[in-house]
């Protein structure tokens, strides 16, 4: 029978709906999207690398939560309100990934429409042994 275990830590941004921050299986962690919010402050930088960045910060915090690190990272899903900023969401994204020494996961990354809180950039990951 599978486990599942919930993921909540201060870390990260409280959710901002009826989901939590991440879920652990027997096999994967899946966070939910994380929104660019500084959970020490609530803020939310205004520039698209800085959310870039803040994201992948939340993510990170949720992975960790589940005993994981970025290395364990596989794949991720980027959701951005404008494609012409994908120059500068990538080079944030590449940074984080060299910064933790991790090999990069496949990725998706698609432009929508809105995104909660108006951000620019929401990001979800999935990671696992």
């Given amino acids: 029978m599978s486990m599942t275990r919930r993921l909540n830590t201060e870390l990260a ?3 901002i709906g009826p989901y939590v921050q991440g879920v652990v299986t027997d096999a994967f962690v899946i966070t939910s999207g994380q929104l660019p919010i ?11 690398a800085a959310q870039t960045r803040q994201s ?11 005993g994981l690190n970025v290395a364990n990272i596989f794949k991720t899903t980027v959701f951005v ?7 500068l969401v990538n080079q944030a ?12 996961p496949a990725r998706s990354c ?20």
């Fill in 38 to 48: 500084d959970p020490a402050t609530g803020s939310m930088p205004e520039e698209v």
């Fill in 81 to 87: 309100k404008d494609l012409n900023d994908f120059a």
């Fill in 93 to 104: 994204y590449q940074e984080f990934f060299d910064t933790h020494d991790a090999p990069y």
């Fill in 13 to 15: 941004p409280a959710a």
């Fill in 110 to 129: 698609v432009e929508v429409a809105r995104l909660p809180k108006d951000a620019l950039v929401e990001i979800e990951a999935m990671a696992g042994n």
């Fill in 56 to 66: 992948l910060a939340n993510v990170k915090a949720v992975i960790e939560e589940s």
